[in-house]
């Protein structure tokens, strides 16, 4: 609450009149008692008096008294009602249109709806239509035709030409659309969350069994390295509450992995990825079934998948022992996919040396030139003082570097500020050093990812990107980097001329690659990660890294290609659009996407995928299906003439279907699963929507009190001016 004051008039005269209306007043009340006036009247009239001086000083001050009140805002939704003709047809309750009306008009979820949400009323079959709810009684399903995509967009328009801006949508639909548009892109387009409310289907019988619509994974992979499965579960129509499965892989009979999943409630189909790790070469022919959940004598789907050995040699040098070449080492015998080799610094000039026991390159000592340089891929550079190297040897390692495509990583140390000796090694690094860079910056350090390193190959496979990395208790400073360099990981509070400080950040040099890390603690990854199984933050950053940095000569076994249809079923002659996603732990070289879709009587019809500007992993294609039946998309990853990865995937396609088709749950359970929406069902209390997200903020109201605009203060002052008037005319002491 807060008070105002408007003078009437200007400040010195304002106190003039009141200091001569007080004496007014107090005169009033001395002659009163010289008088001899009964002292009970004296009271009434002098606090009567004193009572119209002060509402007199209020009037010449004229306050205002603001106060400020908040109120709930509620969310904005549209409710979109399909009035085509399929809605006329028969359901378990009248007709379709008048179940779900009768559903939004009275019951406990159409009044939870209204208590949650500002919701705009549309009707659509081409178009949208605004109406009100008064006219919902009175919807006639006389649509030809039902368009789901266009009818969002118009709706969306009216809306926001109120206005208004609604982040939530409810489709109320029989899911039979005919447009061309996939709803589900026009509602990412628009920021947009779809939930959707479907009639009841005329004949309910029990859920179908779960059943295993297909399987994706690398054609090839690599020995000992992580391969990921993407199995696709279909249950037909949304299941009405979740419904546990079991999966299971076998290879040649024997189990090799179980997973449990769980197909949530309103949703038909559910994707699961699963991580495996082929122990042998050879061609493996992986089976997968559901041993819960799953249809009676279904066949198991088989998997084909080539795993073969590529291996890559690392040379690690360090000066001392130091507690981030520990985990590494560790790091190294963990991972079968790298044989490496470590020379540490006794003093004297004595070196001891560790090794993987397979490593095909044996170093009788340090290396001397380039012919010791050569067996190796990636170059690891802890806190080295290079400038005591051999004579030539610097410049060896650069060479090898930008012209034959190997990989340095250079982990900075106390010694860090030697490397501008060198000015070949200085050169090649994404940032450039001062003469303080072997200072550190004592922590803890809060550091965070820069926007582009999350989809970078070094950090996409984190569990969780959004988490905050742990801090660091050192950094050592460099001045900025390089042009063309990528910055990973910066420091979050402490900046210098041209930024915050530099944490990891990498850059193409020539064929090869350089990654730098301004720290020697990054350990503390792994003994403060918070997840108490699997990998941890320190080890899947290092995997990542370290393939991400192999030449790009091995690229077997480290790229896959997914494919997803924006359909599992369409009609024919519809169009339909797959997405091609390429996953990689490394840059890869200039690639095109080629694609065919092979028809049910086994013609192959060309793809044409184009990249997505935005993101370059994304391909897109958008083609039409013209026969009925199971249609078969496959896909391959191309650089240089060679394929570097394959990817398959499958449409069921239907004979177009009128307008007396049955519901189609399944279309409007993808809809809502691909927008984070719901399926509601009015009998069920947890399927309706909640806001979450799109809550807005409370409005805050202010409400002004103006007792002189509203005459309050010359009405109180005419009532106190009055009753004074009056006693003094009732006891004869009005003078004549």
């Not at 899911?175 to 309910?204: C, M, N």
């Not at 963990?334 to 610094?345: G, I, M």
């Not at 900046?495 to 040099?509: D, F, K, M, S, W």
């Not at 393939?547 to 480290?558: D, F, H, I, Q, W």
Request: with cysteine.
């Amino acid at each position: 609450m807060s008070i105002q004051l408007n003078l009437l008039l200007p400040d010195w005269v304002t106190w003039l009149l009141t200091a001569a209306l007080f004496g007014a007043v107090v005169y009033g009340i001395v002659t009163m008692v010289q008088k001899q006036v009964a002292r009970n009247w004296i009271y009434a009239l002098g606090g009567l008096r004193i009572a119209a001086f002060l509402t007199f000083v209020l009037i010449l001050l004229q306050p205002a008294i603001t106060t400020s009140v908040e109120e709930p805002q509620q969310p904005e939704q549209i409710v979109l009602i399909d009035t085509s003709q399929s809605m006329g047809l028969a359901s378990s309750k009248g007709t379709r249109l008048q179940e779900v009306v009768d559903a939004l008009q009275s019951g406990e979820m159409a009044a939870t709806l209204k208590s949650r949400y500002r919701i705009h009323w549309h009707a659509f079959d081409e178009r949208a239509r605004p109406i009100e709810e008064r006219d919902l009684a009175g919807l006639k399903p006389i649509g030809t035709t039902t368009q789901d995509a266009d009818s969002i967009v118009t709706a969306i328009r009216h809306a926001r030409a109120q206005g208004k801006q609604p982040q939530r949508m409810l489709l109320v639909s029989d899911g039979l659309d005919r447009g061309d548009t996939d709803p589900v892109e026009i509602a990412r387009e628009f920021g947009l969350t779809v939930d959707v409310l479907a009639p009841s289907v005329r004949k309910p019988d029990d859920s179908p069994p779960v059943a295993i619509a297909e399987v994706q994974s690398a054609r090839r992979v690599l020995l000992g390295s992580d391969t990921t499965f993407r199995v696709s579960l279909d249950g037909r129509r949304p299941v009405p509450r979740d419904r546990s499965v079991q999966l299971r892989i076998a290879d040649g009979g024997k189990t090799i992995l179980k997973k449990s999943a769980v197909l949530k409630a309103g949703r038909a189909e559910a994707k699961i990825e699963l991580t495996y790790r082929p122990p042998s070469i050879g061609a493996k022919q992986y089976e997968f079934s559901l041993s819960a959940g799953a249809a009676a004598g279904a066949k198991p789907y088989p998997v084909s998948v080539q795993v073969v050995d590529r291996k890559f040699e690392v040379l690690v040098l360090e000066d001392r022992w130091r507690w981030e070449y520990k985990f590494l080492h560790r790091l190294f015998e963990d991972d079968p996919s790298f044989r490496f080799s470590a020379l540490l610094n006794r003093g004297g000039g004595a070196f001891v040396q560790f090794g993987s026991p397979d490593r095909r390159v044996n170093l009788i000592g340090f290396p001397q030139g380039r012919a010791d340089l050569e067996g190796f891929d990636v170059f690891v550079l802890g806190d080295v003082n290079a400038s005591k190297w051999p004579r030539g040897l610097a410049n060896h390692l650069a060479r090898l570097v930008a012209d034959e495509g190997r990989s340095l990583v250079v982990i900075a140390g106390p010694g860090l500020a030697n490397l501008r000796e060198l000015p070949e090694l200085h050169a090649i690094l994404p940032v450039e050093l001062t003469g303080e860079s072997g200072t550190p910056i004592d922590g803890p350090i809060e550091v965070r990812l820069r926007a582009d390193a999350v989809n970078s190959p070094f950090f996409f496979q984190l569990r969780n990107p959004d988490e905050k990395p742990t801090p660091l208790d050192q950094i050592y400073p460099t001045l900025r980097k390089r042009p063309g360099a990528t910055v990973l990981l910066e420091a979050a509070k402490h900046r210098n001329p041209y930024g915050n400080v530099i944490v990891l950040a990498e850059q193409t040099v020539g064929r090869g690659r350089v990654l730098f890390v301004a720290t020697d603690t990054l350990w503390k990854w792994h003994t403060l990660a918070s997840t108490n199984d699997g990998p941890t933050p320190y080890s899947i950053f290092w995997q990542q890294a370290f393939r991400a940095m192999t030449p790009v000569r091995s690229n077997v076994g480290l790229v896959s290609l997914w494919l997803t249809p924006n359909r599992s079923r369409v009609d024919v002659g519809r169009p339909i659009v797959v997405q091609a996603e390429v996953e990689s732990t490394r840059t890869l070289p200039p690639t095109t996407m080629q694609g065919f879709l092979t028809t049910p009587n086994d013609k192959r019809v060309p793809i044409v995928f184009s990249a997505d500007v935005s993101n370059p992993r994304l391909y897109r294609a958008e083609f039409v299906c013209a026969h009925a039946g199971l249609n078969h998309i496959s896909a391959s990853l191309v650089a240089e003439g060679k394929a570097l990865a394959e990817g398959a995937s499958a449409v069921q396609v239907h004979e177009p279907r009128g307008e007396d088709g049955d519901v189609d749950l399944v279309n409007l359970a993808r809809i809502a699963q691909a927008t984070g929406g719901r399926v509601l069902d009015p009998a069920v209390p947890e399927t309706w929507p909640t806001p979450g997200a799109e809550v807005l903020p409370p409005i805050e109201r202010l409400h002004v009190i103006d007792p002189w605009g509203n005459f309050t203060l010359l009405l109180l002052l005419c009532v106190f001016l009055g009753i004074d008037w009056f006693i003094r005319l009732f006891n004869g002491l009005v003078s004549g």
